[in-house]
């Protein structure tokens, strides 16, 4: 999205966002991922903003790039994307946690072969 006029980096955000500055969903980070749940039939009543995250999240999408893609800052996109998920346009979900830590013995054969280049 463009940033119109001197003052639009830091009006617009607050403007787009009713003045809010916190999400609804406080579990969002920046590597949460969201998705569409559905294919929106009625576009009218949404925000720019809110369709063109709905646009995006076609596909599994993390907030990061979202913030990347709509050059909007993360904070707006985290408030924007809990209005989304409280209307249930959209699913998110924290990243996947790492199931074990490597053995040690594995991070070591690791540096060895960089320490060998």
Do not use: F, N
Not at 28 to 50: C, K, N, Q, Y
């Amino acid at each position: 999205m463009p940033r119109h006029g001197a003052a639009g980096p830091l009006v617009r955000p607050y403007t787009v966002t009713g003045g809010r500055t916190r999400p609804a969903e406080a579990g969002l980070d920046m590597i949460s991922i969201v998705v569409a749940t559905r294919e929106r039939v009625d576009w009218g009543p949404l925000e720019p903003e809110h369709a063109a995250i709905l646009r995006l999240c076609g596909r599994p999408v993390s907030v990061a790039e979202l913030s990347a893609q709509l050059d909007l800052p993360m904070t707006v996109v985290k408030v924007l994307l809990g209005d989304l998920i409280a209307y249930g346009d959209v699913l998110a979900r924290a990243p996947m946690p790492a199931s074990d830590p490597p053995h040690m013995s594995v991070l070591q054969a690791v540096l060895d072969g960089i320490r060998r280049l």
